[in-house]
């Protein structure tokens, strides 16, 4: 039995070893969507979080802007550190 193999790089990424216990092995068809690993750019951009270590200086609400205007995208948010 195969994992996916995404599984096995964030595992090795992380240095974590597990044997994974597989209780039913799914199989899925990729017209309904896609594997983590193989989405493309322009959908992970539109359907994801992106994490960003902001520099001191530039307001969270300046960043949101700029990622915004970057990615061509009309929502882009923040979830962190509040500014004092």
């Not at 044997?19 to 493309?40: C, H, Q, V």
């Amino acid at each position: 039995m195969q994992l996916y193999d995404f599984i096995y790089k964030i595992d090795s990424f992380c240095d974590y070893n597990n044997n994974w216990n597989i209780m039913k092995d799914l199989s899925t068809d990729e017209k309904y969507g896609y594997f983590a690993d193989k989405r493309p750019i322009d959908i992970l951009i539109k359907n994801s979080i992106i994490n960003i270590d902001k520099p001191p200086g530039p307001t969270s609400h300046e960043v949101a802007y700029w990622i915004k205007q970057m990615f061509k995208v009309s929502k882009a948010g923040h979830g962190g550190t509040l500014e004092p």
